[in-house]
């Protein structure tokens, strides 16, 4: 997922925003290959698909083994971009940055590790332990964290609870 900051970068003027990064060429390292087939068959990224579908983007082949879905227009999630499986859906605002990208690219190998839809639970579970202790659903994320705060458009916050002593 992405935050705000994301979506709040300036629009350039000559259509250069939202230009999808083109596939590297050359094949796709194992790793990405492995991934883009597990998280194919656990099923994220056909949800993904469905997802992107249905909420009008469109569906392009991106680089690392992602699918790029720019056109996400429902109101839940609110940041600039979010991923399911491999497929990366984003508003039709945010920037696509090479940063954001592989920010994401993170999140669909978190899907992979979590053997696929674990993930969306465990995502919900660390955005409530975030806002427990910081008030903001990533900056004790563990997973917006390992994926990058900086990357995903995030302002660290500081911790609040548990205090700690000095
Ligand atoms: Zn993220």
């Known amino acids: 997922m992405a935050g705000h900051a994301s979506r709040r970068r300036p629009v350039r003027a000559d259509g250069q ?11 796709l390292p194992v790793p990405l290959t492995l991934r883009q087939w597990w998280n194919a068959i ?14 009008g983007c469109s569906v392009h082949r991106g680089p690392l083994g992602l699918v790029l879905a720019p056109g996400y227009r ?4 609110d940041g600039g971009a979010f991923t399911v499986g491999n497929v990366v859906l984003f ?14 690219s993170r999140h669909a190998t ?7 839809l674990p993930f969306l639970v465990l995502y919900a ?3 409530g332990w975030s806002l ?10 563990v997973f917006e964290r390992r994926a990058g705060l900086v990357a995903g458009g995030y302002r660290e916050r500081p911790v609040r609870w548990p205090r700690r002593r000095t």
């Open 125 to 127: 579970a660390a955005v």
């Open 132 to 141: 427990l202790r910081t008030g903001d659903t990533a900056s004790r994320n």
């Open 91 to 104: 508003r039709a605002r945010t920037v696509i940055t090479p940063h954001l990208l592989a920010h994401e």
């Open 110 to 116: 978190q899907y992979a590790w979590c053997a696929g």
């Open 42 to 55: 656990n099923l994220t990224t056909p949800l993904g698909l469905v997802l992107a579908l249905a909420s």
């Open 17 to 27: 925003a939202g230009r999808l990064p083109g596939r590297r060429p050359g094949r």
């Open 74 to 77: 429902w109101p839940f999630p």
